[in-house]
């Protein structure tokens, strides 16, 4: 399945970015539910993470592993991120504008440079310290939070259990209400009813608003912060509504070259 832009069906392309310790795996649900759609897909590891791990976690890095999947695609995509992976893809959409046609930031709507982040630093060093790297407690959160299918698919990559101050310590040096602010492609906001990383959505919303960008914020009832494992029927319907958006209104150019993207008129609901 490749995309109108070489002549054929699915366009655009998705390219799937995880959550922090987590893998490609982790997108299986969606990754089956674009393919039965008949839509390219590809979900990327990040550096540290997945088939990358023991490689040190850099915020370039990441945004490099995610322009790498998005060429691999085509050269365009509409990028799917969350949590980590939410981060990545707003950052991802602020520098290279010209290859995201559309953005779904999922579990990712609090600034990451809240004052709580000098906490969650020091309690990430501390379980990066314990005889197992936190595996058993990793394991017994997996287990509570997940039905088992969802466990095996998050499990499926192995956990990276070591790059957690890492990821602290880059993502909380950027700004991401600035970096939404920055492109107009469309952009959906996508968080669990009862996710903690939710608090700044409106925010969120706002600027990309400012930024010229239509946006659609979606609450998913019952979810909580991997809203996509939580809820992977709930969260498949917006990530193929938004494929459908995206290719109404940025169709590829008739002469197979990439049309600029249109600005549909996305309501802002939740």
Same mark, same amino acid.
């Given at each position: 399945?490749?995309?109108?832009?070489?002549?054929?069906?699915?366009?655009?392309?998705?390219?799937?970015?995880?959550?922090?310790?987590?893998?490609?795996?982790?997108?299986?649900?969606?990754?089956?539910?674009?393919?039965?759609?008949?839509?390219?897909?590809?979900?990327?590891?990040?550096?540290?993470?997945?088939?990358?791990?023991?490689?040190?976690?850099?915020? &370039?890095? #990441?945004?490099?592993?995610?322009?790498?999947?998005?060429? %691999?695609? +085509? !050269?365009? *995509? =509409?990028? $799917?991120?969350?949590?980590?992976?939410?981060?990545?893809?707003?950052?991802?959409?602020?520098?290279?504008?010209?290859?995201?046609?559309?953005?779904?930031?999922?579990?990712?709507?609090?600034?990451?440079?809240?004052?709580?982040?000098?906490?969650?630093?020091?309690?990430?060093?501390?379980?990066?310290?314990?005889?197992?790297?936190?595996?058993?407690?990793?394991?017994?959160?997996? &287990?509570? #939070?997940?039905?088992?299918?969802?466990?095996?698919?998050? %499990?499926? +990559? !192995?956990? *990276? =259990?070591? $790059?957690?101050?890492?990821?602290?310590?880059?993502?909380?040096?950027?700004?991401?209400?600035?970096?939404?602010?920055?492109?107009?492609?469309?952009?959906?906001?996508?968080?669990?009813?009862?996710?903690?990383?939710?608090?700044?959505?409106?925010?969120?919303?706002?600027?990309?608003?400012?930024?010229?960008?239509?946006?659609?914020?979606?609450?998913?009832?019952?979810?909580?912060?991997?809203?996509?494992?939580?809820?992977?029927?709930?969260?498949?319907?917006?990530?193929?509504?938004?494929?459908?958006? $995206?290719?109404?209104?940025?169709?590829?150019?008739?002469?197979?070259?990439?049309?600029?993207?249109?600005?549909?008129?996305?309501?802002?609901?939740?």
């Amino acid at each position: 399945m490749t995309s109108p832009e070489n002549g054929r069906p699915g366009w655009p392309p998705v390219v799937l970015v995880h959550g922090s310790r987590t893998s490609r795996s982790m997108w299986r649900a969606q990754l089956d539910a674009l393919r039965r759609a008949g839509v390219d897909a590809l979900a990327v590891d990040l550096p540290g993470h997945g088939a990358r791990r023991g490689e040190a976690f850099t915020l &370039d890095g #990441a945004v490099e592993a995610v322009v790498d999947g998005v060429d %691999a695609v +085509g !050269g365009r *995509a =509409l990028v $799917v991120g969350l949590s980590l992976g939410g981060y990545v893809a707003i950052e991802t959409r602020a520098r290279h504008p010209e290859r995201v046609v559309g953005l779904v930031a999922a579990a990712c709507s609090t600034p990451p440079a809240t004052r709580l982040r000098g906490g969650w630093l020091l309690l990430a060093r501390g379980i990066e310290r314990l005889p197992d790297g936190g595996a058993g407690l990793n394991q017994a959160l997996v &287990d509570r #939070a997940l039905t088992p299918q969802a466990a095996a698919d998050l %499990a499926a +990559g !192995g956990f *990276a =259990l070591d $790059v957690m101050s890492a990821i602290l310590r880059e993502v909380g040096a950027v700004d991401p209400v600035v970096a939404l602010a920055a492109a107009g492609t469309p952009v959906w906001l996508v968080n669990g009813r009862w996710d903690h990383f939710r608090l700044g959505e409106r925010a969120f919303a706002k600027a990309a608003r400012r930024g010229g960008a239509p946006v659609r914020l979606v609450v998913v009832p019952g979810a909580r912060h991997l809203v996509s494992l939580d809820a992977p029927v709930a969260f498949n319907r917006v990530l193929l509504d938004a494929h459908r958006t $995206v290719a109404q209104a940025a169709p590829p150019a008739p002469d197979g070259g990439a049309a600029p993207p249109a600005r549909p008129g996305l309501p802002v609901r939740g």
